[in-house]
């Protein structure tokens, strides 16, 4: 039997136990989503570099193609979106360089703000007679 203190614990001990599966859980998604972003990046600057040098792209089109990748994939989870584009001529290689840099602001029961820089490289020799 059941002391007058202890009556009602139960219920009281399952709201708690709730509480902090929901935190868990719900930070476990806010992980998956950051790395989601992260990804999204990543492949978005690779996306641009390979434009840029093997579809003969402009610098230009790098950052659009790179731009509306990371829009379309993660739109929401990105803001201060920041993407820089280099090429160079070297030793008779061509290289481009596509760097993204961002700020992925994540929800969840902790929405804290995780500043993210992603760069991608693409080399090729370059072919004469082609720019």
């Known amino acids: 039997m ?3 203190t202890e009556r009602g614990s139960a219920p009281l001990e399952a709201v ?3 509480a902090l599966l929901l935190v868990l859980v719900l930070g476990v ?3 998956v ?4 972003g992260r990804n999204v990046l990543m492949s978005s600057a690779h996306e641009g570099a390979r434009a840029a040098l093997e579809l003969g792209r402009s610098s230009s089109d790098a ?3 790179a ?3 990371i829009e379309r994939s993660a739109g929401g989870l990105v803001d201060e979106l920041d993407v820089g584009v ?3 001529t070297l030793d008779g290689r061509s290289l481009v360089r596509v760097e993204v840099r961002a700020i992925l602001a994540p929800w969840g029961p902790i929405p804290i ?3 993210v820089k992603s760069a991608a490289t693409v080399s090729r020799t370059a072919i004469p007679g082609r720019s």
């Open 29 to 31: 998604i806010e992980v």
């Open 67 to 69: 731009t509306r990748s």
């Open 2 to 4: 059941l002391s007058v």
């Open 33 to 36: 989503w950051a790395l989601y």
């Open 86 to 88: 280099w090429t160079q």
């Open 63 to 65: 950052v659009t193609i």
């Open 16 to 18: 708690f136990a709730i």
């Open 113 to 115: 703000p995780i500043p």
